[in-house]
């Protein structure tokens, strides 16, 4: 080992390094309040709030700089969005003070036929799969021990069974359909929201962090959508230490992150990283400062060929997500 390799082998940090959370916010607000008033010529802030970390540090960031007056929050549950998060989302709006709006869209994704054309994708796979039953998708293999997840399982809560949990492969055009069907929710969604704003002559807020912003966990069209990310530079532990800061209670602060997507609980790290978050995070930190893997390696304390399968797998989420966030392909004049 080279005597500069060993030397940055020891000042790598083995968790993500903290950040001033107080001066963050005033640097986050102060670049709000220019970017709303002046570049994007809008009077306030209109956005989504779930309950979860990210939309609730949002929406107290964008209290603070725009003053409550001038931010709504729309909250969007649906029949399958788990129970407590339209609870979370009014405590979140009662601490930052803003008015808010709670537009059940059930009735809209029944009426585009998505719980319909899911269910019947779900029953293409499972064939005892009624309509009621839970279920969810989950990326097969553990990407740490495995080259490729190249596909889901679907996991179903079979009323046919007694409650027993099923478990199938999904080809792939049951996945397709499966999330086609489910963008709607966030399609739908980004539409009130924008409704909304349009009325008022606001802004529209979105409300990713870097991990989703940056590898595509987001819907093109939908929650990927808005006039203005404030938090899409920052890793997920990043928000958590903000909401700590900005006074969110413990059982905001300390959920497990969720897509609230599917009636059965789902992690975000079923669904599409991989890894929990605060692992995602450093590894994440590795790549973006160019550490090369076999220190990275050292550093996160794993094999090689595992560092070298997540840097691949974050390569390939980043292609995905310049894809979603891309501009639509013009054809040049003659």
Not at 131 to 146: H, N, V, W
Not at 252 to 265: A, M
Not at 294 to 302: F, T
Request: with cysteine; proline share 4%; glycine share 6%.
């Amino acid at each position: 080992m080279s005597a500069i390799l060993r030397e940055l082998i020891q000042e790598l940090p083995r968790k993500l390094p903290s950040l001033d959370a107080a001066a963050e916010c005033h640097r986050i607000e102060a670049a709000m309040r220019t970017i709303v008033g002046t570049q994007l010529h809008k009077r306030g802030i209109v956005l989504g709030v779930s309950g979860g970390i990210d939309s609730s540090v949002c929406a107290l960031l964008a209290a603070r700089a725009m003053g409550p007056h001038r931010v709504r929050a729309i909250l969007m549950p649906e029949r399958e969005a788990p129970a407590e998060s339209l609870d979370f989302g009014i405590e979140v709006c009662n601490l930052a003070g803003i008015a808010y709006e709670v537009v059940d869209i059930t009735e809209q994704l029944s009426a585009a036929r998505c719980y319909e054309r899911r269910d019947d994708a779900v029953r293409s796979v499972i064939t005892e799969f009624r309509t009621g039953d839970r279920f969810k998708i989950t990326l097969a293999g553990e990407l740490l021990t495995s080259d490729r997840l190249n596909y889901f399982n679907v996991v179903a809560e079979l009323s046919a069974r007694q409650g027993a949990t099923v478990t199938a492969r999904m080809p792939v055009d049951a996945y397709l359909k499966i999330v086609a069907a489910t963008n709607l929710k966030q399609r739908i969604r980004k539409t009130t929201e924008y409704t909304a704003a349009d009325e008022l002559n606001y802004a529209v807020l979105g409300t990713p962090n870097r991990l989703e912003d940056a590898l595509g966990f987001f819907v093109r069209g939908g929650d990927g959508l808005a006039d203005l990310k404030p938090i899409a530079h920052l890793y997920k532990s990043h928000v958590f230490e903000l909401g700590r800061f900005l006074g969110l209670s413990r059982r905001v602060t300390e959920q497990t992150p969720s897509t609230g997507t599917y009636s059965l609980e789902q992690t975000q790290q079923e669904f599409y990283f991989g890894l929990p978050y605060p692992m995602l995070d450093l590894v994440m930190w590795y790549f973006d400062h160019g550490v090369e893997m076999s220190a990275a390696a050292v550093g996160l304390n794993m094999d090689p060929v595992q560092v070298e399968r997540l840097y691949r797998d974050i390569e390939a989420k980043k292609r995905v997500a310049a894809r979603l966030d891309g501009a639509a392909v013009r054809i040049n004049a003659l």
